[in-house]
């Protein structure tokens, strides 16, 4: 239990990421933060009283970000999770060690190397892809576009929300939204 996640928010109740369920504890008895929605019925004891483990929390006063911060850390196994370790062209899924990130425009086409433009694929389709599009080389994603422009930070957290229901309302997703992840899995 206590190093299950929890959904952080912002003051505006922004989707700011996940903490552990130790430092939300911490937080919550400094004052920094409140309990939105615990986690069931699980508690944490001690010797003289009872918690109920959070799962979602607010920080008490509001904290600017600059607008999402360059989504550079573990970019690779996040397209990965957004992808659900399948590739996007045969829909096998595989080991991280058995993919590879494809462009969907290749970089010798203008293509960027941005989360947008990247998506799972095995060794085999993505030589087979090799420097075209995947209309060009008539291998249909099978990701759609609005999938692929969500945040990779958002997308992340849409995984965890697979598991944990009550966190869904906060990070605003939608039937449709939920039926888009489960398509592309």
């Not at 573990?74 to 045969?90: G, L, V």
């Not at 970089?107 to 599009?133: D, M, W």
Request: one cysteine or more; hydrophobic letters at 35%; glycine letters at 4%.
């Amino acid at each position: 239990m206590i190093t299950g996640r929890v959904l952080l928010l912002n003051f505006s109740y922004e989707p700011l990421g996940t903490i552990g369920v130790a430092r939300a504890v911490c937080m919550w008895f400094s004052g920094k933060l409140t309990v939105e929605e615990n986690d069931g019925d699980n508690v944490l004891h001690s010797p003289s009283t009872t918690i109920p483990i959070p799962s979602v929390v607010r920080l008490r006063n509001y904290v600017h970000i600059k607008r999402r911060r360059q989504e550079t850390t573990m970019k690779r196994a996040r397209i990965y999770i957004r992808d659900r370790y399948r590739c996007q062209y045969c829909a096998e899924h595989k080991h991280a060690k058995d993919l590879t990130l494809d462009h969907i425009l290749p970089r010798a086409q203008g293509g960027e190397s941005t989360p947008q433009n990247l998506v799972a694929a095995c060794v085999k389709c993505n030589q087979r892809k090799g420097n075209r599009t995947p209309e060009q080389a008539r291998m249909p994603l099978l990701t759609s576009q609005k999938l692929l422009r969500l945040g990779l930070d958002h997308v992340l957290l849409c995984h965890y929300a697979e598991s944990r229901p009550e966190w869904k309302k906060y990070l605003f997703m939608d039937e449709s939204d939920e039926t888009e992840m489960n398509i592309a899995a």
